[in-house]
Every structure is written in structure tokens, then in C-alpha cells.
């Protein structure tokens, strides 16, 4: 690991890249749940209902949707160092407009822009890390990783609810930005250039049917809760991205040189891992915002206590994530996987008498 380098041919210490990375995205992506306990505080200090309140959420979460696909094209086209520079001072800029923000727009504003750099910096990490470390040891490296992605999320209801029973909710964000400078500082010295750079042609309709597919999907999905399945907002605009995903799937697949290379998906290994985990990230980012909300409103309970119940999970994730990765290195997918299903079988949940 001494002898990687970057793509100048300039030793790369990759202790303090990998550090910096981990820091930097475990900042951005632990924003994405940051704000699940304080939304009844922040229903009451903007008087606006729960449907609203939630754009906060979901906003981010289309924005952040929409930007991942573009940064399989950023990451061929902006050298890696400037690529991460430019996506932690947009998240930075974001925080202080939500830091500072006057009234609910301003607010909203904010997390819109920090969801673009969090778009850039999760895919960006990855990326990074499949290509730094050999392929005998990529299930550690993205074990680690899996601390920032998997673990941040997780373990920001208990965060929220601690700063918003006893600074209030402005600190949620103002707490973010001095860790923000230090990693744009530190990216400065340690981030290098590592990512393969070509000069790809942008092609803007696929730019185009991406924002409208994913941005559409997003949507209607985000609605059926205020709205109900049987609205023709909520399913208009499903129908409408999933035809003009098929429609943008349909030009990649045709392209010499596509936006978003999606012929992976041929790979059947691929796609079910993809899939399982798309599950199970639904899965996790659901419970962590409807929990906390269904605590404090129905149940009475204070932002801290709601968020508690989400940390045993994060604590297990953080001690689990490197440890799986190790093991993978060693035995691989399949069989860790058949490990962990004849486990859950030969101990079945038993109830008390």
C-alpha cells in the first residue's frame, strides 16, 4: 500500500486520504437524518404541518438522487482532488444558509444545496476506494467506508434529539460547519487525483430525461403519504418517471459512451446486490424517520428519547461494518452469506413464558 500513487506519479499517503474521505462523507451523509427528531420543533417554530416539515427530508433526498448519476460523469471529467473541494464547500455553503436561515424557504434552500455535495462526495468515496486498494482487500477498505455511510444515518436521530433538547436546532447545523472547514483543509494536503480522467462529451438529453425520470419518481413517491395512492399527483408522476427512466435506460444502452454506464446490471451478481441493498437502505432511512416522529407526537416523548431507541442499531453497525468486510476479503460473499441465513434459521426468535 506504501507504492500507490496518484495519477501524477506522486506517493499518495493513504492513511490520512482514506481518514479524510471517511470524516468528510460521514459528515455529509450523517445530514441526511440529522434533522428527524427536530421536525415536531421545527412544525412549531415555522408553523407549518407535518407534509411540509418533511421536504427537508425528502427534498434532500431527490436532489441527492438526481446527482449521483451526474457524478459518474464529474468524476470522468474534474480531477478527484478539485471534484471533493468543490462538493465540501457546497455542502459548507448549504449549512450556513440552513444555519442562518430566517423562515422555512430559506431553510429548505439550504438542505437543497447540501444534498448537491452529499450526491458528489457518497459515489465519490466509493469510487476512490475500489480504485486505491488492491482487490483482495476491497471488502475492508468498503467495510470501513461502510462506518460513514451505513453508521452516520443511523446514529443522527440520537444526535439530533440530544442538541435539540438542550441547544436548540440551529445548532444541528452550526456544529457541522468547523468539522466541514477542517475537512476541506485537510483535503487540500492529503486529497490526490487517483480517478482515471478522460474528456467525455456531456450529453444533455440524458442529463435531461435523468432529472425529469429520477426527480418524477422521487416525487410521487414522496407524496403518496400526504396525498394517498390514489391521487393523480402520486401516480402521474411514478408513471411519468418510470417512463422516462425506461426512455433514458434506453439511450445508455445504445450510447458508445453513456452518461450513467448501466450495462453492469448484466451481471447478476451485480444487480441482486444492488437490489438487497436498496432494501435494506430503504428499510433503515424509513424507520429513522418515522420512528422519531411517531415517539414525540403520539407517544409524548421527548427528540433524545425518540432518538435513542435508532443507537443500538448505529453502535452495532459501526462494530459490525469492518469486521464484515474482513471476513469477506477472506471467504467471500456467497459463503458469508449462506453463513449469515443457516445462523438466522438455527436460532429462531423465542418469546418468554
Sequence with gaps: MNNITDNNGRKINVTLLVATLIVGVFTTVLNQ?????????????????TATVQWLTTG????????????AYL???VPTRRLYLI????????TVVAFTAPSFAFLLAGRLIQAVGVGITMPLLQNIMLTIFPPEKRGAAMGVAGIAIGVAPAIGPTLSGFVIDNFGWRTLFGMLIPVTILVIVSAVFFMRDVLPQ???RLDILSLIESTIGFGALLYGFSEVGDKGWGSPVVYGTIILGVVVIA???YRQLHMDTPFLELRV???RIFTLSTVLASIANMAMVGAEMVIPLYLQIIHGKSALESGLTLLPGALMMAVMSPITGTIFDRIGAKRL??????RSRSQPFRTRS
Design 265 to 267: 446490471f448484466k451481471s
Design 198 to 200: 478522460h474528456n467525455p
Design 247 to 249: 426512455l433514458f435506460a
Design 337 to 342: 452469506a449462506r453463513w449469515v441465513c443457516s
Design 60 to 71: 434532500f433526498m431527490m436532489v441527492n438522487g438526481i446527482m449521483i448519476p451526474v457524478t
Design 75 to 77: 468524476t470522468s471529467k
Design 87 to 94: 462538493a465540501m464547500s457546497t455542502f459548507l455553503l448549504g
Design 33 to 49: 437524518t440529522i434533522l428527524s427528531t427536530a421536525f415536531p420543533t421545527l412544525m412549531k417554530a415555522f408553523d407549518i404541518s
